[in-house]
């Protein structure tokens, strides 16, 4: 059973950092995928950042220079450095787990596996 729990969301006002953390569990090939997605209220769900285990990484337009995404292997964890928050990162946020690639970057695309999410709100 693979299970994802994220940590780290919290609130904090314009211009301050946060760090998420996803760590997976039970998760068994050497090869594989962790993303970043966020949803805000009354808006779809929008990919954030992806990393793959061979260290692959890609960002979404809105966050490249201010987030940075990591993973520690041996932890099976993945991370999301938040720099420079703005009011407009506000959402909840999910962490997912794949084989490929392309569900752990594509929002139209649904991973394998899902966190239960952590809130980030920013305050102007």
């Known amino acids: 059973q693979v299970q994802l729990v994220e940590s780290g969301g919290g609130s904090v006002q314009s211009g301050g950092s946060l760090r998420l953390s996803c760590a997976a569990s039970?998760?068994?090939?050497?090869?594989?995928?962790m993303g970043w997605f966020r949803q805000a209220p009354g808006k779809e769900r929008e990919g954030v950042a992806a990393i793959d285990s061979d260290g692959r990484t890609s960002y979404a337009d809105s966050v490249k220079g201010r987030f940075t995404i990591s993973l520690d292997n041996a932890k099976r964890t993945m991370y999301l450095q938040m720099n420079s928050l703005k009011p407009e990162d506000t959402a909840m946020y999910y962490c997912a787990a794949d084989r490929s690639y392309d569900y752990c970057s594509r929002a139209d695309l649904e991973a394998g596996y899902w966190g239960q999410g952590t809130q980030v709100t920013v305050s102007s």
């Open positions: 039970g998760y068994r090939y050497s090869s594989y995928c």
